[in-house]
């Protein structure tokens, strides 16, 4: 696992973002519905030139990333609940 959390500290920032909105899209996407922007999310990640300088070792790359991503997404859940815990207590 240490090695994941190693590569995933030298995930590029605009590659996450890429994954989180592969993972909106995703979320928005009906089971019947058409996938073709799923498709071009999960494209413009492979295509990216980290992830194709890995290609030979993609799953550890592909592990990194989403643990890269689960990260940020922690980061912002903290600071979203945090906003509503912080303020004077009446």
């Known amino acids: 696992m240490s090695q994941i959390q190693a590569?995933?500290?030298a995930v590029p920032v605009d590659l996450v973002a890429l994954e989180l909105k592969r993972?909106?899209?995703?979320?928005h996407t009906?089971?019947?519905g058409c996938g073709?922007?799923?498709y071009l999310a999960e494209k413009a990640i492979r295509n990216h030139e980290?992830?194709?300088a890995r290609r030979q070792d993609w799953r550890t790359a592909r592990k990194?990333?989403?643990?890269?991503?689960?990260r940020v997404e922690q980061l912002r859940s903290r600071r979203s609940s945090a906003s509503y815990t912080d303020g004077p207590d009446f």
Do not use: E, T
């Open 36 to 38: 073709y922007r799923l």
């Open 64 to 70: 990194a990333l989403r643990y890269a991503a689960d």
């Open 7 to 9: 590569l995933a500290d």
């Open 23 to 27: 993972r909106r899209v995703k979320a």
């Open 50 to 52: 980290w992830m194709a």
């Open 30 to 32: 009906r089971p019947d």
